[in-house]
């Protein structure tokens, strides 16, 4: 569990740490066929793998956690497999929340939310109406709900369209700063790292502008067997990593 205290308890020792780390959850169905058991067992394991994630990335000192929890394409599951995604993570974000906020973890929410379950919408309610004062505040954790790449940039292409339209800005003035604040991210910095679990080697739609260069870490281990340790690995394989961006 998160500490609820505002120390580290046990700084792993890194040389280099993302300030911002995406991943993609992938494999909890798999995971759970494998233990002989229904899919839906596999995302509550899910929940439990997102906690141990949490609290090493906010160990290490990682200030930004970006998980994608629910794809604008995850719709089209079985409906009782959706119902039961929903009410899991409803649930985990009101039962983790106070540990989170004393943790100096807030929680934001990216994605179309207005089309989520009533109960889902309030719990993000209440946990964005959470306050951490700025001195307290250690990690902001992202949680991408009915999110795509694809939809957060055809928004942000609608809303530049509209100032362009309303004469609040001229389209030569459209810069990548222009687009970059009107994602869902705006004002946090790209993600130096993504991981994606599971042996799936896509990127699925996810944070498609920000990851444009981002170290990417694939591993096949499913996401409820992806700890504390995994986790390490990741952010230890990214110190290795040289990042050139384009140069020599
Ligand atoms: C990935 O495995 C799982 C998902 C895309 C959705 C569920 C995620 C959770 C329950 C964790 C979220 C928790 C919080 C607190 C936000 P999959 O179903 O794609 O597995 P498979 O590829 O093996 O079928």
């Known amino acids: 569990m998160v500490q609820n205290d505002n120390h580290i308890p046990s700084a792993p020792t890194l040389d280099k740490v993302p300030q911002h780390v995406a991943v993609i959850m992938d494999g909890n169905g798999r995971w759970a066929k494998d233990q002989g058991e229904e899919r839906l067992y596999g995302h509550r394991h899910g929940v439990e793998a997102v906690r141990g994630v949490v609290q090493t990335a906010a160990e290490a000192g990682v200030r930004y956690l970006t998980i994608y929890a629910f794809s604008t394409e995850n719709w089209g599951r079985p409906a009782e497999e959706v119902d039961g995604i929903m009410?899991?993570?409803a649930q985990a974000i009101l039962s983790?929340?106070?540990?989170l906020t004393g943790a100096g973890i807030r929680m934001r929410f990216i994605g179309d939310l207005a089309s989520l379950p009533a109960s889902l919408q309030e719990s993000i309610r209440i946990a964005e109406a959470a306050v951490i004062p700025a001195e307290k505040l250690r990690m902001t954790l992202n949680i991408a709900l009915n999110y795509s790449s694809r939809w957060e940039l055809t928004r942000a292409m609608q809303q530049i369209a509209v100032a362009v339209k309303d004469g609040s800005l001229r389209p030569e003035e459209i810069t990548q700063e222009?687009?970059?604040?009107?994602?869902?991210?705006a004002g946090m910095p790209d993600p130096e790292l993504l991981i994606r679990t599971s042996g799936e080697l896509r990127l699925s739609n996810f944070l498609l502008?920000?990851?444009?260069?981002t170290e990417l870490y694939f591993t096949d281990?499913?996401?409820?067997?992806?700890?504390?340790?995994?986790?390490l690995a990741a952010l230890r394989e990214y110190g290795r990593r040289k990042r050139r961006f384009g140069r020599l």
């Not at 983790?96 to 540990?99: A, K, Q, S, V």
């Not at 222009?178 to 991210?185: G, I, M």
């Open 178 to 185: 222009t687009v970059s604040n009107h994602l869902a991210t």
């Open 96 to 99: 983790e929340l106070d540990t």
């Open 209 to 213: 502008w920000q990851l444009s260069y």
């Open 87 to 89: 009410s899991l993570i």
């Open 221 to 231: 281990t499913l996401w409820p067997a992806f700890g504390r340790d995994q986790m």
